[in-house]
Protein backbone atom coordinates (compact mmCIF):
# COMPACT_ATOMS: atom_id res chain seq x y z
CA UNK A 1 0.00 0.00 0.00
CA UNK A 2 1.27 3.29 -0.92
CA UNK A 3 1.81 5.86 1.84
CA UNK A 4 2.45 9.56 0.95
CA UNK A 5 4.14 11.71 3.88
CA UNK A 6 4.26 15.71 3.20
CA UNK A 7 6.75 17.60 5.55
CA UNK A 8 6.47 19.99 7.40
CA UNK A 9 3.01 20.02 8.24
CA UNK A 10 3.34 23.66 8.78
CA UNK A 11 5.65 26.44 7.78
CA UNK A 12 5.07 30.44 8.51
CA UNK A 13 7.55 32.47 6.33
CA UNK A 14 7.84 36.33 5.85
CA UNK A 15 6.81 37.71 2.55
CA UNK A 16 9.43 37.60 -0.26
CA UNK A 17 11.49 34.33 1.20
CA UNK A 18 11.79 31.18 -0.90
CA UNK A 19 10.69 28.00 0.15
CA UNK A 20 10.91 24.82 0.04
CA UNK A 21 8.03 21.75 0.51
CA UNK A 22 8.63 17.75 0.45
CA UNK A 23 6.81 15.07 -0.19
CA UNK A 24 7.97 11.17 0.28
CA UNK A 25 6.36 8.40 -0.97
CA UNK A 26 6.72 4.33 -0.12
CA UNK A 27 6.67 3.17 -3.31
CA UNK A 28 9.02 4.32 -6.11
CA UNK A 29 6.52 2.45 -9.00
CA UNK A 30 4.63 5.46 -9.69
CA UNK A 31 3.49 7.11 -13.26
CA UNK A 32 3.34 10.34 -12.07
CA UNK A 33 3.10 12.59 -9.19
CA UNK A 34 1.19 15.41 -8.67
CA UNK A 35 1.07 18.67 -6.47
CA UNK A 36 -2.20 20.69 -5.57
CA UNK A 37 -3.15 23.76 -3.60
CA UNK A 38 -6.08 23.83 -1.74
CA UNK A 39 -7.44 27.25 0.24
CA UNK A 40 -9.58 26.79 3.18
CA UNK A 41 -13.16 24.81 2.59
CA UNK A 42 -12.17 25.06 -1.18
CA UNK A 43 -11.86 22.34 -3.53
CA UNK A 44 -8.09 21.47 -5.31
CA UNK A 45 -5.98 23.50 -7.45
CA UNK A 46 -3.80 21.32 -9.95
CA UNK A 47 -0.70 23.20 -9.61
CA UNK A 48 2.20 20.60 -11.28
CA UNK A 49 2.30 16.56 -12.52
CA UNK A 50 5.16 15.36 -12.62
CA UNK A 51 5.91 12.16 -14.83
CA UNK A 52 7.89 9.55 -13.74
CA UNK A 53 10.02 9.86 -16.58
CA UNK A 54 10.36 13.58 -15.76
CA UNK A 55 12.86 15.15 -13.38
CA UNK A 56 11.20 18.29 -12.74
CA UNK A 57 8.54 20.40 -13.75
CA UNK A 58 8.12 24.56 -13.86
CA UNK A 59 5.11 26.79 -13.88
CA UNK A 60 5.92 30.65 -13.12
CA UNK A 61 7.23 30.65 -9.51
CA UNK A 62 7.19 26.95 -8.87
CA UNK A 63 9.02 24.32 -9.55
CA UNK A 64 8.53 20.97 -8.24
CA UNK A 65 11.38 17.74 -8.49
CA UNK A 66 11.06 14.08 -8.65
CA UNK A 67 13.38 11.17 -7.23
CA UNK A 68 11.91 8.14 -7.89
CA UNK A 69 14.72 6.14 -6.62
CA UNK A 70 14.45 7.66 -3.00
CA UNK A 71 10.66 8.69 -3.30
CA UNK A 72 10.87 12.19 -2.69
CA UNK A 73 9.15 15.50 -4.48
CA UNK A 74 10.27 18.66 -3.51
CA UNK A 75 8.09 22.18 -4.65
CA UNK A 76 9.90 25.01 -4.27
CA UNK A 77 8.41 28.26 -3.95
CA UNK A 78 9.96 31.13 -5.25
CA UNK A 79 9.45 35.00 -3.85
CA UNK A 80 6.44 34.05 -1.78
CA UNK A 81 3.63 36.08 -1.74
CA UNK A 82 0.59 36.25 0.74
CA UNK A 83 -1.25 35.07 -2.20
CA UNK A 84 0.66 31.84 -1.85
CA UNK A 85 -0.91 31.00 1.54
CA UNK A 86 -2.95 27.53 1.71
CA UNK A 87 -2.61 23.79 2.38
CA UNK A 88 -0.64 22.09 -0.42
CA UNK A 89 -0.92 18.32 -0.99
CA UNK A 90 1.20 16.07 -3.37
CA UNK A 91 -0.41 13.01 -4.38
CA UNK A 92 0.77 9.83 -6.00
CA UNK A 93 -1.50 6.85 -7.52
CA UNK A 94 -3.07 4.78 -5.02
CA UNK A 95 -1.91 1.70 -6.06
CA UNK A 96 1.55 0.64 -6.41
CA UNK A 97 2.29 -0.09 -10.36
CA UNK A 98 -0.70 1.26 -10.84
CA UNK A 99 -2.45 4.52 -12.57
CA UNK A 100 -5.74 6.29 -12.95
CA UNK A 101 -7.19 4.08 -10.19
CA UNK A 102 -7.23 7.20 -7.97
CA UNK A 103 -4.68 9.14 -5.66
CA UNK A 104 -3.33 8.60 -2.40
CA UNK A 105 -2.32 12.09 -1.09
CA UNK A 106 -0.42 13.19 1.96
CA UNK A 107 -2.08 15.11 4.61
CA UNK A 108 -0.48 18.49 3.70
CA UNK A 109 1.62 21.28 4.51
CA UNK A 110 -0.54 24.26 5.89
CA UNK A 111 1.68 27.33 4.44
CA UNK A 112 1.48 30.87 5.69
CA UNK A 113 3.13 34.08 4.26
CA UNK A 114 3.35 36.82 6.35
CA UNK A 115 3.05 40.51 4.56
CA UNK B 1 -13.71 26.04 -21.00
CA UNK B 2 -15.77 25.20 -17.56
CA UNK B 3 -14.08 23.13 -15.15
CA UNK B 4 -14.88 20.57 -12.87
CA UNK B 5 -18.96 21.11 -11.37
CA UNK B 6 -20.30 20.03 -8.31
CA UNK B 7 -23.94 20.38 -6.75
CA UNK B 8 -25.09 21.31 -4.44
CA UNK B 9 -22.09 23.20 -2.84
CA UNK B 10 -23.71 22.63 0.83
CA UNK B 11 -25.97 20.02 1.99
CA UNK B 12 -27.60 19.62 5.38
CA UNK B 13 -29.28 16.40 6.24
CA UNK B 14 -30.54 13.94 9.27
CA UNK B 15 -28.79 11.03 10.54
CA UNK B 16 -30.39 7.89 8.54
CA UNK B 17 -31.78 10.15 5.53
CA UNK B 18 -30.06 9.41 2.02
CA UNK B 19 -28.05 11.89 -0.01
CA UNK B 20 -27.01 12.67 -3.95
CA UNK B 21 -24.09 15.06 -4.85
CA UNK B 22 -23.74 15.44 -8.16
CA UNK B 23 -20.71 16.12 -10.43
CA UNK B 24 -19.97 17.63 -13.80
CA UNK B 25 -16.29 16.56 -15.58
CA UNK B 26 -14.20 18.93 -17.92
CA UNK B 27 -15.92 18.00 -21.46
CA UNK B 28 -13.97 15.39 -22.88
CA UNK B 29 -12.94 13.63 -19.43
CA UNK B 30 -13.95 10.15 -19.18
CA UNK B 31 -12.97 9.16 -15.92
CA UNK B 32 -14.64 10.62 -12.66
CA UNK B 33 -13.13 10.15 -9.12
CA UNK B 34 -14.92 10.77 -5.95
CA UNK B 35 -12.82 11.43 -1.97
CA UNK B 36 -14.30 12.34 1.23
CA UNK B 37 -12.56 14.64 3.00
CA UNK B 38 -13.20 14.64 7.03
CA UNK B 39 -11.66 17.06 9.70
CA UNK B 40 -8.41 15.25 10.24
CA UNK B 41 -8.50 12.64 8.24
CA UNK B 42 -7.47 14.51 5.18
CA UNK B 43 -8.61 13.04 1.60
CA UNK B 44 -9.76 9.67 1.20
CA UNK B 45 -10.42 7.59 -2.44
CA UNK B 46 -14.06 6.55 -2.40
CA UNK B 47 -14.70 5.40 -6.03
CA UNK B 48 -13.37 5.46 -9.54
CA UNK B 49 -16.26 5.77 -12.61
CA UNK B 50 -14.75 5.15 -16.01
CA UNK B 51 -16.91 4.89 -19.24
CA UNK B 52 -19.93 4.53 -17.15
CA UNK B 53 -18.94 1.54 -15.08
CA UNK B 54 -17.63 1.46 -11.20
CA UNK B 55 -13.63 0.52 -12.06
CA UNK B 56 -12.63 0.69 -8.33
CA UNK B 57 -13.13 1.80 -4.95
CA UNK B 58 -11.93 2.35 -1.67
CA UNK B 59 -12.46 1.60 1.76
CA UNK B 60 -15.75 2.54 2.46
CA UNK B 61 -18.90 0.47 3.36
CA UNK B 62 -21.25 -0.58 0.22
CA UNK B 63 -23.82 2.44 1.19
CA UNK B 64 -21.43 4.60 -0.39
CA UNK B 65 -22.39 4.22 -4.29
CA UNK B 66 -22.85 5.72 -6.87
CA UNK B 67 -23.29 6.30 -11.03
CA UNK B 68 -21.31 7.40 -13.75
CA UNK B 69 -24.12 8.72 -16.85
CA UNK B 70 -23.70 8.38 -20.61
CA UNK B 71 -22.72 11.67 -20.57
CA UNK B 72 -19.37 11.18 -18.16
CA UNK B 73 -21.60 13.20 -15.21
CA UNK B 74 -21.75 11.48 -11.94
CA UNK B 75 -23.58 10.97 -9.04
CA UNK B 76 -22.44 10.23 -5.78
CA UNK B 77 -25.41 7.90 -3.24
CA UNK B 78 -24.99 7.87 0.40
CA UNK B 79 -26.93 5.61 2.32
CA UNK B 80 -27.52 5.70 5.94
CA UNK B 81 -26.07 8.68 6.62
CA UNK B 82 -24.19 9.01 10.12
CA UNK B 83 -22.65 11.78 11.77
CA UNK B 84 -19.20 10.74 10.76
CA UNK B 85 -20.30 11.53 7.11
CA UNK B 86 -20.01 14.67 7.42
CA UNK B 87 -17.22 15.65 5.05
CA UNK B 88 -16.00 17.96 2.02
CA UNK B 89 -16.53 15.64 -0.85
CA UNK B 90 -14.73 16.20 -3.70
CA UNK B 91 -15.23 15.01 -7.38
CA UNK B 92 -12.25 14.94 -9.97
CA UNK B 93 -11.78 14.04 -13.58
CA UNK B 94 -9.16 13.33 -15.97
CA UNK B 95 -9.09 12.32 -19.46
CA UNK B 96 -6.92 9.01 -18.99
CA UNK B 97 -5.18 6.64 -17.33
CA UNK B 98 -2.35 8.15 -15.20
CA UNK B 99 -3.27 11.93 -16.67
CA UNK B 100 -3.99 15.02 -14.81
CA UNK B 101 -6.75 14.93 -12.39
CA UNK B 102 -8.57 18.48 -11.70
CA UNK B 103 -10.73 18.78 -8.95
CA UNK B 104 -14.36 20.95 -8.48
CA UNK B 105 -14.88 23.00 -5.46
CA UNK B 106 -16.68 20.07 -3.85
CA UNK B 107 -20.08 19.72 -1.55
CA UNK B 108 -19.68 20.31 1.68
CA UNK B 109 -22.22 17.62 3.92
CA UNK B 110 -23.17 17.91 7.46
CA UNK B 111 -25.18 15.78 8.78
CA UNK B 112 -26.70 16.57 12.26
Not at chain 2, 68 to 92: K, M
Request: charged letters at 15%; aromatic letters at 10%; a neutral charge.
Amino acid sequence: KQEVTQIPAALSVPEGENLVLNCSFTDSAIYNLQWFRQDPGKGLTSLLLIQSSQREQTSGRLNASLDKSSGRSTLYIAASQPGDSATYLCAVPLFIGGGADGLTFGKGTHLIIQP
Amino acid sequence: EAGVTQSPTHLIKTRGQQVTLRCSPISGHTSVYWYQQALGLGLQFLLWYDEGEERNRGNFPPRFSGRQFPNYSSELNVNALELDDSALYLCASSPGRNTEAFFGQGTRLTVV
